[in-house]
């Protein structure tokens, strides 16, 4: 899964099937990338034909939330990020809470933010 790069539809159609809702499988987005979302076992029909994220999307979601949180709280200490991504990154230690709120990146957390966008970049 590391050398799996998705599309922003892709991850948009993952974050669709989480939150669930007939309404919201039924777009074109969830259409559109259900074939290859299924093959890598990002999703997969349940036994009442309906989709759902399998383990390996939920955490593929969540590091995605991970990564986004750890630039927005770069761009901005005081950026609302949710408590279970602060949870993870507080105890990962990539950010440290500031006397004043909000959290900065430690040095790990930078490094870790340097190294994701130089990969994206090798893309």
């Known amino acids: 899964m590391k050398n799996e790069k998705l599309t922003t539809d892709e991850y948009d159609a993952l974050e669709l099937v989480r939150r669930g809702g007939k309404q919201d499988l039924a777009t074109a987005c969830v259409g559109r990338n259900t074939k290859r979302l299924c093959g890598i076992k990002l999703m997969s029909f349940g036994r009442d034909k309906r989709l759902t994220l399998t383990e390996k999307g939920e955490e593929v979601l969540f590091l995605r939330r991970c990564v986004v949180g750890l630039r927005a709280l770069a761009a901005d200490p005081m950026a609302a990020v ?11 230690s990539h950010i440290l809470p500031l006397e004043a709120g909000g959290h900065a990146l430690s040095e790990r957390g930078r490094e870790s933010l340097a190294d994701i966008d130089q990969q994206e970049e090798r893309r």
Not at 82 to 92: A, N, S, Y
């Open 82 to 92: 949710d408590d279970d991504v602060l949870r993870f990154l507080g105890r990962k």
